[in-house]
């Protein structure tokens, strides 16, 4: 047996008083944690396959479980966290790249948690969403400059092609392949009652959705996987993604094991091939490149459909944004670095790109400094936590936000970050049929239908509260927002006053 | 319309059932010669052994008559029918005329010649309530008992009487016991259950001549008794069918309304009649109380003019001695599939790609009726995973469609 | 009439229908308790488990009960569509083993098989809703009216 180098992540405590042996945790455990023993009668755990899902602690009967981080302790080193460790020793084991899932983890700041939101007293009373009208809906897409007339003197009214939003929140790109068919269908359908947008990812649009096609934003990204005529007329919008807050400069890849026969048809690839998106889009290597790629779409779609441009939040975020809202795009998507993912290195995860509050800000002053800000709009993305991010966002410049972690909270997930194992407890990061059918569908759309709607009451309350009846009239209205604990030259890239200014 | 009912079983309840689903005001009598509220027959040895209550036996609840609004006549014996004048002619000369007759008259005890037997004081049959309190009259703690017969009857006597520490022997002329209902592994199986008990069995003998308190036996052996249990074998009550004028070969004969052959507006239905066994495809008595209520029912919806057929009958039976339960059904008839773990014993019978019958014994019997269920819908072997199903019975080995028509659609009958 | 249905592409196979359900008819208020002194009852609810299937199965409360025609004892009744079983009346015989198609009368090896037990969609215990459909993880087993009599 070899040197064990590291120690079981978590520790599962089982309170014999209560456990009843049910076996239930056993039967739903994907990675094989619990196993009863007929000789001690008793349930035994298996600590070091644990992810701390929480699926156990959270469908057993009698709350007999918890999970704990392993307490024991490496020693300490303000240099050398145990974490590093840990992963030089995985590293030195598998010689591999580590990957991880989901959002950055990494202690850097969340700006959101450093802004602060205006309230009306006395001048310019605060509005009492729940006795008068507010408005949430949010057009996407082109504005036009001005007022423009025809030769007969006749106002033209024609407008660009637009997305009409019933609140300023949108669910973000996830792939059929990452997710499974059920998250899929929960999102669907939540985005369909909600009368809002859903977004495939680079996976295809499984026929089985395509009557959701209203509320569908169609992917297109670098492998191409499943895009094809009536993919593209199906879809609400089309959005080309030039990056991943994620994983920003790199492409991806989805492993074989999980190209089963749905997914291979969706992407339209052979069954079992790895599926890798490159990089760059082999096609693009300028602004002019991508807006020939826009109109290709465009062509290819009447013209009736708004194109998005979905890029990574990076250092040169604002100049690049500039360049795409020329490009002939409609609405740029700007994706943290604190974004999700269904697998990445962590290395890229955890050390490259920007906040998105920073690059939100930088974005929206930049497109106005250059007179350019009606030409497209802003979704904000990665990590946009709650509704009160959501209203800092719009304040900072957004028109709307794309949620994606909130939306698999909705669905049951609890952030262990094990997406790129495949063994997704909750349904939701798996192809295995088994784990697919916990999460059903008719739960987990009510579930995030719930979730949004609730947020849109929360974002009506907050704008009542700054005397604010129209989320247009909060869009970029950065005098709304003081900073707390941050440096000056934070509140200067921010556009925004520190709290007592 | 007025409905007469001979018997105050099964069948009758049946009927009783059946008749006021389709028709709530009609007049119902029941005639009965037994005193008691319906009870239960197969009960009698539970209340010998005093697993239930006399109250507990009733068949269906003491309000039952009231609430079906029937009028009983019991203690009163029924002996015979005048179908022309559609009469039943009672013992004390009364009569009850009818539009409607059904006769439940069920069974009684068959009793072979025996030598002497009139020299036995204390002899009993073990039917009705009224056997059962008598021998509760007699019997001490270590009575010494000579069981003739080890078929259903013989033997739910010996497990009863255990109760009372008799000392027991089961005579029969059979090689084995239950020959009825079980093959030769089975009854051997069961015997040596039984004999465990303490209780003594002498096979392939029968009494040649008896005295007060013994019997000698054809095999040359003596066996000194308190009193006599006599559970040779049942006939059917055919008599009152006969004075009809009614079709009777051993049994009654209907069609698949219950309506007895020959005559008009009357029925027949129970431990009295002949059923078409769907299994062997043959005429025979299945006297068995699900048997009796279900053609009683069926009878009472003709009788009260709803058209219904009865026409998947077949023998079946549960049963269990001393802790051993048996389930069987059908007829033992073509390809079979064993398994014997101890007690525990399977045995499927299939031919014509189809279940025809089984036995099921000790742990094996869970989940039976869908065994059963194969046997009465004659589902096709190969529509289902047999293989399965022949280890476990479970709905899982059925098609999709027909679970889901099973579970989510078709609720609702059993039929 | 409401009856219990499971979706067999929902069923996860957990087995937690037959916990609850054992608990619901156990007469204690606590789980922990009924199952660690013994008080728990045989579940009602069985799963069956295929190979990528799972389902549940109780009784269907048929409306043309073979189990209640064929009870010798008279045990079994049918009481709002409900199929009840009266444990005193009971002589644990099986005739409704016998007779189920669907297999959903449960022996009660609690009390040794001296009577049989069966679902009574929790009408007869504190459960207010049949505590399998009610506790189901996935709400693939629900209690709703499928225009069935």
Redesign the interface.
Known sequence: MPVNFFPAEFEVVRNSDRCIKCRACERQCSNEVHIYDADFDKMLSRDNQCVDCQRCVSICPVSALKIVPNENAFRKSANYSQQLMIENYRQAGSGGVLLSSMGNPQDYPVYWDKILINASQVTNPPIDPLREPMETKVFLGKKPAGIKKNPDGSIDTHTEPYLELNMPILFSAMSYGSISKNAHESLARAATELGTYYNTGEGGLHKDFYQYGKNTIVQVASGRFGVFKDYLDTGAAIEIKMGQGAKPGIGGHLPGAKIREDVSKTRMIPMGTDAISPAPHHDIYSIEDLRQLIFSLKEATEYKKPVIVKVAAVHNVAAIASGIARSGADIIAIDGFRGGTGAAPTRIRDNVGIPIELALAAVDQRLRDEGIRNEVSIIAAGSVRSSADAVKAIALGADAVYIGTPALLALGCHLCRSCHSGKCNWGIATQRPDLVKRLNPDVGYQRLVNLVNAWNHEIKEIMGGMGINSIEALRGNRLMLRGIGLSQKELDILGILHAGE | MKYVIIGNSAAAIGAVQGIREYDKDGNIVIISDEKYHTYSRPLISYYLKGAVSEDNMKYRPESFYADNNVETMLGVKAVSVDSAAKKVILEDGGEVAYDKLLIATGSKPFVPPMEGLDKVEKKFSFMKLDDVKAVEQTVKQGSKVLIIGAGLIGLKAAEALEHYGADMTVIDLADRILPSILDSEASEIMMNHIKSKGIKFMLSTSVKSFEAHSAELTNGVTVDFDFVILAVGVRPNTELAESAGGSVNRGIETDKTQAVKNVSDIYAAGDCTKSYDITSESERILALLPNAFMQGNVAGKNMAGKETYYFNAFPMNAIGFFGLHIITAGSYDGEAYTEINGKNYKKLFTKDNALKGFILMGNKIERAGIYTSMIREHIALDEVDFEALKKNPMLMAFSRERRNEKLAGGVGNGN | MK?V??N?????????CE??CA?ANSGETD??KA??TGK?AVPRIRI???D??N?A?QC????????V??C???ALSVNNGVIEINH??C???????????????V?DYKN??RTVTKCELCTRNNAGEPACAA?C????IVFEE?G??
């Open positions: 009856r249905y499971v067999e592409d929902r069923c996860l196979g957990c087995h937690l916990t609850y608990f789980m922990v199952f660690k728990d069956e488990e295929g990528g299937i389902f199965v269907r409360h048929c409306a043309d009960p073979l189990c025609k064929g010798i004892a008279g005193d009346k002589v644990g015989c099986y005739t409704c083993v016998l007779s189920c198609p669907y297999g959903c009368i022996i040794g098989g506790n993880i996935n709400r693939a499928r069935e009599d």
